[in-house]
DNA sequence: GCATAATTCCCAAAATGTGCGAATTTTGAA
DNA sequence: TTCAAAATTCGCACATTTTGGGAATTATGC
């Protein structure tokens, strides 16, 4: 665009506060998003329930860990919130407002296996190149195969899928037969152990309580 | 507008991210805010210092308290970070994505008493009535009073100004001569008992070492 | 103090958003 | 399942808004 146009622009988002200038660095992104990003975690009525349970979760298996909780925005899954063991647990890249496609990663994966088939049908085609480069599958029905398992299982494990050496646990929080959020279990190797099968449990009794506590309350469904 | 204006920007905001639509709820805001609000913390250099050093300050003090972190915009003083005691803390109102004018609070009192005399005068010129009803000032003299006393003090204790029965002792980060931040320490009245000038002196060296490990590294102050 | 760069201002042309009514889809009740 | 009412999208002519070039002004560095 025209230095005017650009000039103006960004006089304009400075005024509405996406942009905020800096001395001698130009600018950064305005304090309007920390605003906003406030309104967000307040109105989520899913944060203050799978905040208490997540802490609970990592009372119950590891303090070497951290719970996440994620939430599915149209084709990818981000994470909305986390809580850190207490004990020394590995560095996490997977924070809130980091977003991922819906085939990398337990919380991903959880997500993408519990969607109604339509929705599930319609990612398949939308994106067949990616899933079989990403889960190495050869069509859709060995994918729905996948699909089903996971269901069935009601819990997903990967290992070094987000980051080297780490291993994730997740399980879906679902509310009126409609997965609303995915809530995991990130640890080292190391710190998992033998303790699997029993963290899977721990993990799939989280996400139930979860989804229990909010079907009690007023029902958000996010579309 | 009209209707169809309506539907269009709504469904624009929605494909931009910005509003997301909820299942017979109407709209929410969106994930892009969450997106922008990671990028933001992730940019902001400030943060992983100060987190560090609050820390220390409530491991040095009290831990029925929360440390605060807060940043100059326009006329407000926003809330960045913030980091809990591990003892019964009061709830703070006062959290990251929030923003108090810069005449309440005794963060944004000792911001506000440290901005160079070009810009307070400005401020004082904008809002001289907000002013005489906040602080009870007849005029500038006075103010301009009250401003060096902080000056001098370095620091502001302010009591149920921002919430009731809740204490606050603030420090400013000075960096090339500029105030770029605020830290502060919030605690119910009980449990600042009559520590009131040791919590001062340790607020103060807080603010202090923030500012010097600033100035070390790569300096962005905030315009 | 001066030259150069950065920024704002102004205005006609271009383009984008607007609102109307019609067409289509969704919803809720029978 | 049917049907009417409401909700939503569509298409289009028109008007407001945005755009970019260049002049004018202001900041910056030497």
Redesign the pocket.
């Known amino acids: ?11 304009e988002l400075c005024r509405a506060g996406f942009l905020d200038p800096v001395l ?1 660095a130009g600018y950064v992104l305005g304090p309007a998003f920390i605003e906003y990003d406030r309104l967000l975690r307040q109105g989520d009525t899913l944060i203050p329930i799978a905040s208490r349970v997540m802490r609970g979760l990592l009372d119950g298996t590891t303090q070497r860990a951290t719970a996440i909780l994620c939430r599915r925005y149209r084709d990818t899954v981000m994470c909305v919130h986390q809580e850190h063991g207490t004990g020394p647990h590995p560095i996490t890249t997977y924070e809130r407002g980091v977003a991922m496609p819906l085939f990398a990663g337990a919380s991903s994966k959880v997500v993408l296996a519990h969607l109604e088939d339509r929705a599930l049908k319609r990612i398949y085609l939308d994106s067949e190149d990616t899933i079989r480069a990403r889960l190495g599958h050869g069509d859709w029905k060995a994918f729905k195969a996948e699909v089903r398992a996971i269901r069935k299982a009601g819990v997903v494990e990967t290992a070094s899928e987000v980051a080297a050496g780490r291993v994730g646990i997740a399980a879906p929080v679902v509310v009126n037969k409609q997965v609303i959020a995915g809530i995991s279990l990130v640890l080292g190797e190391d710190a998992l152990g033998s303790a699997s099968t029993a963290f899977q449990q721990a993990v799939i009794a989280a996400a139930r309580t979860i989804s229990d506590e909010i079907a009690q309350g007023d029902t958000w469904v996010a579309r």
Not at 1 to 11: E, G, I, T
């Open positions: 665009m025209s230095q005017s146009s650009a000039y103006r622009d960004v006089q001698g």
